[in-house]
């Protein structure tokens, strides 16, 4: 069966440009995550949806950092106003929430390059 | 705040010797603990998943342990491969959020 899928894979962006990342999780899965993974580091949490609902959005970075699952399945991640800093790979998970191992699935990640 | 540490940072190691990557965590209370593999470029592979109440899984060539108590595991690998090199990441699982570790980077010289 399909994993979770993410696209762009590669988005290169100038500085002050708005972008959207785009997650499609596993079928079914009622939970979706995103996390940011800078150069060297581990992914960190950013935001983390159950169905439709915003649960956590602790780990959004600035304002200009804005995530959405309307109908409770794809997700979109936005960047507004791109900076430099924004450059790395944003990963996307989802978890079935069933059973008793609770696991995440994890996309390929999107490389976002801000020049 | 949770914190996950993975020592060391980097290694290189001939083919076919054992090798242990270990994880340390700050807080003990977690859900599970879980290790993953990244190849450059690429997203995250799971190797192995702990739940809190186990003490160790096994997948092949792999094993990891878990102490929970001691805010420790480690990563074992047998025989080791060229196609073993890759980045490791060890992560714990608690309300909702994982936190990984910042990964051991693994060489493996043929």
């Known amino acids: 069966g399909a994993g979770v899928s993410q696209s762009p894979r590669y988005k290169v962006a100038k500085r002050g440009q708005d972008v959207a990342l785009r997650c499609d999780p596993i079928?079914?899965?009622?939970?979706l995550f995103w996390y940011q993974q800078a150069l060297g580091q581990g992914p960190e949490f950013l935001t983390y949806f159950q169905n439709e609902a915003q649960l956590d959005k602790s780990g959004l970075p600035s304002d200009r950092f804005f995530a959405e699952r309307p109908e409770g399945s794809v997700s979109t991640l936005k960047i507004q106003r791109t900076q430099q800093e924004d450059s790395a790979v944003y990963l996307c998970?989802?978890?079935?929430?069933?059973?008793?191992?609770?696991?995440?699935?994890f996309g390929p990640g999107t490389r976002l390059t801000v020049l | 705040k949770q914190e996950v540490t993975q020592i060391p940072a980097a290694l290189s190691v001939p083919e076919g010797e054992n090798l242990v990557l270990n994880c340390s965590f700050t807080d003990s209370a977690i859900y599970n603990l879980q290790w993953f593999r990244q190849d450059p470029g690429k997203g995250l592979t799971s190797l192995l998943l702990i739940q809190s109440s186990q003490r160790e899984q096994t997948s092949g060539r792999l094993n990891a342990s878990l102490d929970k108590s001691s805010g420790r595991s480690t990563l074992y690998i047998a025989a080791s491969q060229p196609g073993d090199s890759a980045t490791y990441l060890c992560?714990?699982?608690?309300?909702?959020?994982?936190?990984f570790g910042k990964g051991t980077r693994l060489h493996i010289l043929p």
């Open positions: 079928s079914g899965h009622v939970s």
């Open positions: 998970a989802s978890r079935l929430d069933r059973g008793i191992i609770n696991e995440q699935f």
């Open positions: 992560a714990v699982n608690r309300d909702d959020k994982i936190i």
